[in-house]
Structure formats: C-alpha cells, structure tokens
C-alpha cells in the first residue's frame, strides 16, 4: 500500500503564509509527477501545482508568483510554500502523487492524500 500524510495546514490571516508537506511512504518503486490540488466548499477540486521527476513545474494561473512547489526525492516528500494568502485561497488542500508500486505493479498510479484545511481570514 501507498500512504500519502499530509501537514502544515491551519488558520492564517490574509497576506501571511503557510508551508504545506506530504510524505508518501510505503510501497513505492518510483514516483512520476508530485503535486497539490484543492477543493473549496461547494467547488469541484483543481489543480494548484505539481512537479514532475524531471521538468519544469506546473501552477495555476490563480497560485502563479505566490506558491512554490518543491520535492525531495530522497524521502519522498513534496512541500507547497503558500505567500500572499488570499481569503479566496482557502480550501482542503491535498497532495497527489503518481507512483509504482514494487508489490502488484500495474503501472503508475494516482494516490491522494486525505487533506489538510487552510483556512485564511480577511
């Protein structure tokens, strides 16, 4: 199995920061493509950032110039730095990764974190 623990999530008031980490442990042979994606109440989930094992990052337009993804590939670790917070920025934020398993391997696979709130105040 493949466990994604997200963390750094809370209450921030607008303009101040937030640093947001995921670690995924467990079976895992390789991992393609890290990222983070958030879904606000009453909106469907979107994309944020993600970056692959080797390229250039991905943000939407709404992050670009205030959020910096990164990875450690090492521990297998992605970390989302969140500066500037808007009120509009608040959400469950979760992490994403596609990984191969050693155990049962069919392929890369998309696994999800569970979430963790950020909440920014006005």
């Known amino acids: 199995q493949v466990q994604l623990v997200e963390s750094g999530g809370g209450l921030v008031q607008a303009g101040g920061s937030l640093r947001l980490s995921c670690a995924a442990s467990?079976?895992?042979?390789?991992?393609?493509?890290m990222g983070w994606y958030r879904q606000a109440p009453g909106k469907q989930r979107e994309l944020v950032a993600t970056?692959?094992?080797?390229?250039?990052?991905t943000y939407a337009d709404s992050v670009k110039g205030r959020f910096t993804i990164s990875r450690d590939n090492a521990k297998n670790t992605v970390s989302l730095q969140m500066n500037s917070l808007k009120p509009e920025d608040t959400a469950v934020y979760f992490c994403?990764?596609?990984?191969?398993?050693?155990?049962?391997?069919?392929?890369?696979?998309?696994?999800w974190g569970k979430g963790t709130l950020v909440t920014v105040s006005s």
């Open positions: 994403n990764i596609m990984a191969r398993r050693w155990v049962l391997d069919s392929g890369y696979v998309n696994y």
């Open positions: 467990g079976d895992i042979r390789t991992i393609n493509t």
């Open positions: 970056i692959p094992s080797g390229g250039s990052t």
